[in-house]
């Protein structure tokens, strides 16, 4: 069971890293689709939304293009830095943040689109900056949805699989995460370790997910 620990201490090393980025990059970009109006806004709308959509595997293979030894990112982050982004803890934050980036994304910008630009627009008739807008009027109002989209972020992170195996494997105490370890250890005959293994993510997905679920009553309410 010690290697049943240590799957989900690593996996809720990167579902959270991989939620408190896309806290800053879903939130960011939910917030400019509904406040600035560009060409091609719904193309790019589209675009971002692809990973809940695209085979998990097609999106590890993109992933790996890029950040592989010989991708744009992997070669220059090699030349610079020397570093190697794959089969590392670091590659599955990565596959597990691309992944899960659209209901963050969604999430914040239908809950910014609640909230009223006319209480924006006083808030700068009475001096306050742009910053100061975004994070004392817009974000306060949007706080339930961009909450609960980064809790569904989260609970889809813990059970991210095909992307993972296909930019970080299955090293174990390194880049094995729950949901591969249930198919390594399901593979191996270890049914008890799988039991186990399926029991603890179900059980934390659960609660996550009811977590989410309370907020978006309140959403509700506080629109009314």
């Known amino acids: ?30 917030y400019a689709m509904v406040r600035w109006r560009f060409p091609a806004r719904e193309l790019i709308d589209a675009v971002l939304a692809l990973p809940m959509v ?8 993109y992933i790996l293009v890029l950040i592989g030894t010989h991708g744009p990112i992997g ?17 599955a934050v990565v596959a597990a943040t691309i992944v899960s980036f659209p209901l963050v994304f969604k999430s914040a910008r239908a809950a910014f689109e609640t909230v009223e630009p006319q209480l924006e627009d006083a808030a700068r008739l009475l001096g306050v900056g742009e910053v100061g807008v975004f994070f004392r009027v817009s ?22 699989f095909g992307a993972t195996l296909m930019v970080a494997g299955s090293i174990a105490g390194k880049t094995q995460t729950l ?26 997905c659960v609660s996550v997910l009811l977590a989410a679920g309370r907020l978006v009553p309140g959403r509700v309410a506080h629109r009314q």
């Open 179 to 204: 949901s591969i370890a249930v198919y390594e250890a399901v593979q191996a005959g270890q049914d008890d370790t799988a039991n186990f293994l399926v029991a603890v993510t179900s059980i934390v």
């Open 75 to 91: 070669a220059w982050l090699l030349r610079q830095f020397g570093v190697r982004m794959i089969f590392t803890w670091q590659a």
């Open 139 to 160: 974000l306060p109002l949007a706080w339930h949805g961009v909450l609960a989209g980064l809790l569904l972020a989260f609970a889809r992170a813990l059970g991210e």
């Open 1 to 30: 069971m010690d290697t049943a620990w240590i799957a989900l201490l690593l996996t809720l090393k990167v579902a959270g890293w991989a939620t408190a980025i896309n806290l800053v990059l879903g939130v960011g970009v939910g």
């Open 54 to 61: 695209m085979p998990p595997t097609v999106l590890g293979y």
